[in-house]
């Protein structure tokens, strides 16, 4: 039987913020995906997941319900139980059918094992977190991280929408799709969302946002400007797996985050890749 830990940790270096799991038991897990978002070609248990975590040295992980499943959390929850000092959850909700603070309340116990809650708004307009306030405020009644995963188009939103909620600890994900060709008025609205002292961004997905391989060099002025604007207190690691096994080993992902924070003073790194996401996600 597998280890309630996983393999044991030599110097714990990382906490990956951006990870997702999928079981290979269909019968007892159906998929049932949210916005048509494909079904995995392969299962990507938790087993794994602790596996590569372990292999790599990173102490603990945020996984994040993945939209194959859609609304049932059911294995998220199990993963929960399973490894509850590895593992924290983000879950999913959807603004146009937004969860009641008091169906959150049974998820954002110390025992469930939550964290998050993630709202996409890939595919949506430009006007779409402001239709999320709902969600917004369930966040603040369970005193949650607000996982954002957004197009550069809607990054002004956000902004509208964190300065309406300034206590809710935000989160955008995978640099808000930013990436080189993004026009400069989108990152600008990126970088504006420094103004709000509660939003963090997250230094993840590199191999789908880069056009290099590791360690995705087109993405190292980006980086150095956020951090400059934020800082190093204000961004997180993530590996987005397992779809970034797709550019590389899992080792890789996180040695690229190091080189593009190799300019940085150690204990500045140590934010970025585990001090920041251990303080915010409680661990």
């Known amino acids: 039987m597998a280890s309630r830990r996983g393999p044991p940790l030599v110097d714990p270096v990382a906490f990956?913020?951006?990870?997702?799991?999928?079981?290979?038991?269909?019968?007892?897990?159906?998929?049932g995906p949210y916005d048509d978002v494909p079904v995995p070609r392969s299962p990507y248990p938790v087993e794994h997941l602790v596996r590569d975590l372990g292999t790599a040295g990173v102490a603990a992980a945020a996984v994040i319900q993945p939209r194959v499943y859609g609304p049932d959390h059911g294995y998220l929850d199990e993963v929960l139980r399973r490894?509850?000092?590895?593992?924290?959850?983000?879950?999913?909700?959807?603004?146009?059918?937004?969860?009641?603070?008091?169906?959150?309340?049974?998820?954002?116990?110390?025992?469930?094992?939550?964290?998050?809650?993630?709202m996409v708004g890939l595919g949506r307009d430009r006007s779409w977190p402001l239709a999320g306030a709902d969600v917004w405020r369930a966040a603040e009644g369970v005193d949650?991280?607000?996982?954002?995963?957004?197009?550069?188009?809607?990054?002004?939103?956000?902004?509208?929408?964190?300065?309406?909620h300034p206590t809710v600890t935000v989160v955008i994900d995978h640099l808000g799709y930013c990436r080189p060709g993004t026009p400069r008025r989108f990152v600008d609205d990126m970088l504006a969302l420094a103004d709000v002292p509660e939003v963090y961004l997250k230094l993840s997905a590199f191999g789908a946002l880069s056009g290099h391989t590791a360690?995705?060099?087109?993405?190292?002025?980006?980086?150095s400007e956020l951090l400059r604007v934020?800082?190093?207190?204000?961004?997180?690691w993530g590996s987005d797996l397992p779809h970034a096994l797709s550019y590389g080993e899992y080792s890789s992902s996180l040695e690229a985050a190091r080189h593009h924070l190799s300019g940085i003073p150690t204990s500045d790194r140590n934010k970025v890749l585990l001090a920041n996401a251990a303080r915010i996600y409680r661990r």
């Open 215 to 223: 360690p995705f060099q087109d993405l190292t002025g980006l980086v």
């Open 230 to 236: 934020f800082g190093a207190d204000r961004l997180l």
């Open 83 to 118: 490894f509850p000092d590895r593992l924290v959850g983000v879950c999913l909700a959807d603004p146009l059918r937004p969860p009641s603070v008091e169906e959150l309340r049974t998820r954002f116990t110390p025992r469930a094992g939550y964290r998050g809650i993630r």
């Open 144 to 164: 949650a991280v607000l996982s954002l995963l957004v197009e550069p188009h809607q990054l002004r939103a956000v902004l509208t929408m964190a300065r309406r």
């Open 16 to 31: 990956d913020t951006h990870t997702h799991v999928w079981s290979a038991d269909t019968a007892a897990f159906p998929f």
